[in-house]
Nanobody, 122 residues
């Protein structure tokens, strides 16, 4: 069983940066690709970014490309989503997830955290 817990969300102003963390238990980082998704109020969940299990391969949604980056700390069993130049449209609940397939599709991910709220507003 894999357990994931996101943290680091909060309220920021446009243009600010924020780093989200995803703490994992078990073999999450050694065996599975990891992805970030988000869901804004009244909208469907959307893909943000993903890393292969080795972190050699990464993919990022066009809406955040050049602003958001993913990383892993194997010693801490933690993944990170570094978010720069945040915009009001980035406001959402952010989730990390692990699955068996390196993909942008949410149905490829089996284990999910509870999410952390990010609000970008002036």
């Amino acid at each position: 069983q894999v357990q994931l817990e996101e943290s680091g969300g909060g309220w920021v102003q446009p243009g600010d940066s924020l780093t989200l963390s995803c703490a994992a238990s078990g073999d999450a980082f050694t065996d599975y690709p990891l992805a970030w998704f988000r869901q804004a109020p009244g909208k469907e969940r959307e893909f943000v970014a993903a890393m292969s299990w080795t972190a050699d391969s990464r993919m990022t949604a066009g809406s955040v490309s050049g602003r958001f980056t993913t990383s892993k700390d194997y010693a801490q069993n933690t993944a990170y989503l570094q978010m720069n130049d945040l915009k009001p449209e980035d406001t959402a609940i952010y989730y990390c997830a692990v699955g068996r397939t390196f993909s942008p599709r949410d149905f490829d991910y089996m284990y999910w955290g509870q999410g952390t709220q990010v609000t970008v507003s002036s």
